[in-house]
């Protein structure tokens, strides 16, 4: 693995099923983010975490699930999927959380509720 | 509350100059970033900015004006491959990165 990855790269789900997306990396980043990108709008942070064993609620956090377990994986569930969950779906991860700590982003998880 | 605007496309020729302008409101300020995105792939990181003034990269550099919550980033000698998405973001006191919607930026021959 080099880098940041996602699973899976696309999914389309039927509306109250539970999904989980999967986000791994491999260049010991202490913190990690979950971004959904929808048409129009900026990226917008759901859930994130600043180390290992921590995470915190972004800006649009209701619905959805995380956790950090351990440094490399940060899934992420939606716990009854709806509609308006559909959207593009990227991780990041980050050496640290401020300053010039540039944010590193996964391929992304395209995901359309049904 | 937060905003942060940018144009929503911007049309120029190859071997051109382009400058694309956001301007934001935030929280606080821990640095500016810009980030290219092309068509279903994922942002990649181009500049980062703190300090009022210019950072030059190769042909790509960005401008902060802290007083003005103001930015530009600047792209020289335009390739066909420059053809992308190109996202501000603002670090707020939260260290938490606030995103324009994007520019794309469209590159004719």
């Known amino acids: 693995i080099a880098g940041i990855t996602q699973a899976p790269t696309s999914q389309i789900l039927a509306a109250g099923r539970r999904m989980t997306l999967r986000c791994t990396q491999d260049m010991r980043h202490n913190a990690m983010y979950w971004y959904r990108q929808d048409l129009g709008l900026g990226l917008r942070l759901i859930h994130y975490?600043?180390?290992?064993?921590?995470?915190g609620k972004g800006e649009v956090p209701d619905g959805y699930s995380v956790s950090r377990a351990n440094t490399d994986d940060f899934p992420l569930t939606l716990a009854s999927a709806v509609p308006s969950q559909t959207s593009v779906y990227f991780c990041?991860?980050?050496?640290?959380?401020?300053?010039?700590?540039?944010?590193?982003f996964g391929p992304g998880t395209r995901l359309t509720v049904l | 509350g937060q905003n942060i605007d940018q144009p929503t496309e911007m049309t120029a020729t190859e071997g051109a100059i382009v400058q694309i302008n956001c301007t934001y409101q935030?929280?606080?300020?821990?640095?500016l970033f810009w980030y290219q995105q092309h068509a279903g792939e994922a942002p990649t990181f181009l500049s980062y900015?703190?300090l009022d003034g210019l950072e030059e990269k190769g042909r790509f550099s960005s401008f902060l004006s802290r007083s003005k919550g103001y930015s530009y980033l600047l792209l020289k000698e335009l390739q066909m491959k420059d053809s992308a998405s190109y996202l501000c973001?603002?670090?707020?006191?939260?260290?938490?990165?606030?995103w324009g919607a994007g520019t794309k930026l469209i590159i004719k021959p």
């Open positions: 990041a991860s980050s050496a640290g959380r401020g300053g010039n700590n540039e944010q590193f």
């Open positions: 975490s600043n180390t290992a064993g921590t995470t």
């Open positions: 973001a603002v670090m707020d006191s939260n260290y938490q990165l606030i």
């Open positions: 935030t929280s606080g300020f821990n640095g």
């Open positions: 900015n703190v």
